[in-house]
């Protein structure tokens, strides 16, 4: 079981999910990070139509959680229009997750 353990979120528009996974795997050594492509809408949804994103959840220990997090914002440009939104929160308890080496 992992000790306070972090969820990061992150919600990034469409086509860019795959893009951090692989960013996640090759550059900092995460594969327990989940994608999926949501859709919704709002006020502003109402003139241009239905919005597709993507949401990618990463559960991380709290000693990474911060260094995740600043590099998902950084690769992601989370600080530029209409690139996503990114936020984290604590988790009551999360489990390991590991793969044989033959897998």
Known sequence: MMNDP????CIIPLGK?????KLLKDEKDIITANKIDV???NVFARAVGEIQL???DIIIS???ADEIFE???EKMEIGSNHHGVLY???LSRSSSYNLQESI
Do not use: A, H, N, P
């Open 17 to 21: 999910g795959m893009e951090l996974l």
């Open 54 to 56: 993507e949401t990618v």
């Open 39 to 41: 859709r919704g809408g």
């Open 6 to 9: 972090k969820l990061i979120r």
């Open 71 to 73: 590099y998902i914002y």
């Open 88 to 90: 984290q929160f604590s």
């Open 62 to 64: 709290q000693d990474r």
